[in-house]
């Protein structure tokens, strides 16, 4: 199937290339362009209506975030998955959380809480299994919001580092384990009250426990040389 047959937005003026880094990265994530797609520049211009310039500026953005892989001398691919990549972003992001949640608990602001409580109502909103890109997007809401609380700018930007490479593994882990629905609000609520109990060391062990649930079923999908055992803590 070439480019030009997917479904496409019907506009995309202007034509900057953060514009097609969202029409990819929402391609990507809906499963339209699957791991391991070619994607072929001049395709994606004449099918979006842009020049070469803005695709190519994009598939360098989409690299930073972890959807594209950029080959030399064989253009840009859907970024496929292995262990290693689901490994070091789950340690990673784990490593900014709990600094988070340790920060956050030790006194969160009124703010603070009802951005967490905003987050959690679109959650309880939902009355079916969500589409994955909804799922990660009311998921990272959350997130976002327990970044806030903790305060601390490098923190926060560390976290934006990394947040798109987390968005394109859970969209994965939500596509073939799509339980959102199911435990998506009960498992942020749960987080959210000791956070305001402020019992970091609490936190710390629900957080803990949160994301590896996520990664554990991302990692049993991409086992390597024949291994299955899964250990993300």
Known sequence: MSFADLDLPSAMAPALSHNVV??????ITRGQLEPGAHLKEAEIATALGVSRGPVREAFVALENDGYVELRRHRGAYVRELSRKDIIEVHTLRFALERLAVERASSGVSPEAVAA???ALARMKAVT???????AVELDLAFHDA???AADHERLGRSWKFIRGQVAFFLQRRNVSHPDFHRVGYKEHKALRDVLVEGD???AVAMLQEHIAGAYQRLLADHPEDGETEVSVS
């Open 200 to 202: 970091a060391e609490k």
């Open 128 to 134: 079916a299994e969500p589409d994955a890109a909804v």
């Open 146 to 148: 327990v970044f806030a």
């Open 116 to 118: 967490l409580d905003a």
């Open 22 to 27: 969202d029409v990819l990265r929402d391609m």
